[in-house]
T-cell receptor, first 113, second 114 residues
Framework: DAKTTQPNSMESNEEEPVHLPCNHS???????IHWYRQLPSQGPEYVIH?????VNNRMASLAIAEDRKSSTLILHRATLRDAAVYYC?????WGQGAQKLVFGQGTRLTINP | NAGVTQTPKFRILKIGQSMTLQCTQD?????MYWYRQDPGMGLKLIYY???????DKGEVPNGYNVSRSTTEDFPLRLELAAPSQTSVYFC?????????????FGQGTRLTVV
């Protein structure tokens, strides 16, 4: 199984950028890197994904290392609403062709006002 | 679209009771999943389904059963509730095989077994 490693927790200040790292040294060539976040008392929600190139959307940016063994989720201006647990996931295929979404511990992001 | 809807939101069960957690999605997604999340932990996969009539075990299937008679619904059954099944349960769906599509999650069912 491809696995990811993330810091258990990070802290930042409101309106400052946040860089959330993820290591995935055993990634295969076809694994997509996905990020989800889980706000308190809610289900996970999709943030962003990428394969090789850096990606931007309205929520965040994803920077992928050239060797794809690590990636960084970037929140450009954190708000209090961004306080959540962030999960870095490698999409893989399981039995019967189903996609595997394996969640690790994630990074708990605290935003200080 | 409502997305993924789970019912009930909260439930307290006594040891040995049974219940069904309901999950329905209105996006015509083929793949559906059940996860459990214990306090302070990540999500663990219980069962998944790749389409109506097809289900398979995930990482922690013991004590649970599932069925998938329609594309929309994927209920999770607890036959003999145990305190170890106290957890928050999340249902999720994905459109298909493509790796670049997002997963949608329900709001969760918080289950306490006493």
């Amino acid at each position: 199984d491809a696995k990811t490693t993330q810091p258990n927790s990070m802290e930042s200040n409101e309106e400052e950028p946040v860089h959330l790292p993820c290591n995935h040294s055993t990634i295969s060539g076809t694994d997509y890197i996905h990020w989800y976040r889980q706000l308190p008392s809610q289900g996970p929600e999709y943030v962003i994904h990428g394969l090789t190139s850096n990606v931007n959307n309205r929520m965040a940016s994803l920077a992928i290392a050239e060797d794809r063994k690590s990636s960084t989720l970037i929140l450009h201006r954190a708000t209090l609403r961004d306080a959540a647990v962030y999960y870095c996931i490698l999409r893989d295929v399981w039995g019967q062709g189903a996609q595997k979404l394996v969640f690790g511990q994630g990074t708990r992001l605290t935003i200080n006002p | 679209n409502a997305g993924v809807t789970q019912t009930p939101k909260f439930r307290i069960l006594k040891i040995g009771q049974s219940m069904t957690l309901q999950c329905t999605q209105d996006m015509n997604h083929n793949y559906m999943y059940w996860y459990r999340q214990d306090p302070g932990m990540g999500l663990k996969l219980i069962y998944y389904s790749v389409g109506a009539g097809i289900t398979d075990k995930g990482e922690v299937p013991n004590g649970y059963n599932v069925s998938r008679s329609t594309t929309e619904d994927f209920p999770l059954r607890l036959e003999l509730a145990a305190p170890s099944q106290t957890s928050v349960y999340f249902c999720a769906s994905i459109a298909g095989r493509e790796m670049n599509t997002e997963a949608f999650f329900g709001q969760g069912t918080r289950l306490t077994v006493v």
